[in-house]
């Protein structure tokens, strides 16, 4: 089993910062890609970043130069710095990883987490 659970969602200004993360926990081998993605009201899910095992880094262009994505491969996690933020932000922010649970095996599975609410006021 493997969960991914998000957290640092909330209430912010237009203009301010937050900063997501995502844990990944469970039966991990190791942990390929990264990402971030989110839905807005009445939009579909669209991604935001990503970021590769070595660190190389993807940009939606809504968020380029304000967003930053980063993991810590220690730890299993990811992490979303947003800064800038405006009411555009507003989502439910969902983190995504390329997991595989078995060393024998190598199977690659995708897996989201719960999501968590960020609400830009204006």
């Known amino acids: 089993q493997v969960q991914l659970v998000e957290s640092g969602g909330g209430l912010v200004q237009a203009g301010g910062s937050l900063r997501l993360s995502c844990v990944a926990s469970g039966t991990i081998f190791s942990i390929d890609g990264m990402a971030w993605y989110r839905r807005s009201p009445g939009k579909q899910r669209e991604s935001v970043a990503g970021i590769t095992t070595s660190g190389i880094t993807n940009y939606a262009d809504s968020v380029k130069g304000r967003f930053t994505i980063s993991r810590d491969n220690t730890k299993n996690t990811v992490y979303l710095q947003m800064d800038s933020l405006t009411p555009e932000d507003t989502a439910i922010y969902y983190c995504?990883?390329?997991?595989?649970?078995?060393?024998?095996?190598?199977?690659?599975?995708?897996?989201w987490g719960q999501g968590t609410q960020v609400t830009v006021s204006s």
């Open positions: 995504n990883a390329a997991i595989v649970s078995s060393s024998t095996s190598k199977i690659k599975l995708n897996y």
